[in-house]
């Protein structure tokens, strides 16, 4: 059993003002996307350094926006409409990733209709830049001592402080999460990624990956406690938001690779 250590979740104050770990995530997982696009602009001749910018500024905002939306509708509307202002303390946690993925869905829509680009080739270039972000942000997790999961007795199951954990050791469920849809979900994306794929393919091996590794995760972490398990007596919303992913993803996969076997065919 391991005690959860003593994390400041204020990385930097001066005076009134207070820099989040959290918040920190955020620009760091940004900054990744960033320079990751940098390298995988030899693989989209199209697009240039300036492209890649926007659509940098053009993801932060659909995955704030929606990432806080998402949340506020999906997981916990009632409170926030009894306490609105809350919704602005988003270093507090409370953000959704399924929220924040549509909202990144919509921003890529824009800046392809802008630029006059087809939206899975924005959509192609932009998934393998998530996973250091999402990677990140379950750190930030962490460093908040939220999302805690279960109970368990493995030797690395940890005590966390909030009370509502009852002083009982739980599943690092973030860490999972952090070493899952963060580390391992770039490593297969990036690798998959590196030569020219057929368009919709990387796509859907990132809502596959993320909706596999999300719902396998869900099982280890404590459901969200205003909700507790919404269907079947077990799935939590997570699990419910990840099965319309795994859907999209399964038919997006069907289609890059017979629309490519069919090129193929038409070529010989």
Same mark, same amino acid.
């Given at each position: 059993m391991l005690i959860y250590p003593?994390?400041?979740?204020?990385?930097?104050?001066?005076?009134?003002?207070?820099?989040?770990?959290?918040?920190?995530?955020?620009?760091?997982?940004?900054?990744?996307?960033?320079?990751?696009?940098?390298r995988r602009l030899r693989l989209f001749p199209g697009l240039s350094p300036q492209d890649l910018s926007d659509l940098i500024f053009y993801a932060a905002l659909g995955v704030i926006l929606g990432g806080r939306l998402g949340y506020i509708l999906f997981y916990d509307f009632s409170a926030y409409l009894a306490e609105p202002l809350n919704i602005l303390k988003i270093w507090q946690g409370g953000m959704s990733f399924h929220g924040g993925l549509l909202g990144v869905i919509a921003a890529m829509?824009?800046? =392809?209709? @802008?630029?006059?680009?087809? $939206?899975?080739?924005?959509? !192609?270039?932009?998934?393998?830049?998530?996973?250091?972000?999402?990677?990140?942000g379950r750190l930030g997790n962490f460093i908040n001592g939220e999302l805690w999961g279960r109970v368990s007795d493995l030797p690395w199951a940890m005590v966390f402080p909030d009370p509502r954990a009852g002083g009982l050791p739980?599943?690092?469920?973030?860490?999972?999460?952090?070493?899952?849809?963060?580390?391992?979900?770039f490593v297969v994306l990036w690798l998959y990624a590196r030569k020219p794929?057929?368009?919709?393919?990387?796509?859907?091996?990132?809502?596959?990956?993320?909706? =596999?590794? @999300?719902?396998?995760?869900? $099982?280890?972490?404590?459901? !969200?406690e205003q909700l507790g398990f919404i269907a079947a007596g077990w799935l939590t919303m997570g699990q419910l938001l990840c099965l319309p992913m795994l859907a999209t993803g399964a038919v997006l996969w069907w289609l890059a690779h017979r629309n490519d076997s069919t090129r193929e065919a038409t070529l010989r």
């Open positions: 003593d994390i400041d979740p204020v990385a930097v104050q001066l005076g009134p003002f207070k820099v989040h770990w959290y918040g920190l995530m955020y620009l760091i997982g940004f900054a990744a996307a960033w320079w990751l696009g940098r829509a824009l800046f =392809a209709r @802008r630029r006059g680009r087809r $939206f899975f080739e924005i959509a !192609d270039f932009t998934a393998p830049l998530i996973p250091i972000g999402l990677g990140a739980r599943h690092p469920s973030q860490l999972y999460e952090m070493l899952l849809e963060g580390v391992l979900l794929r057929p368009p919709m393919a990387v796509s859907a091996l990132f809502l596959l990956g993320y909706g =596999a590794f @999300r719902f396998l995760v869900e $099982f280890a972490r404590t459901p !969200d």
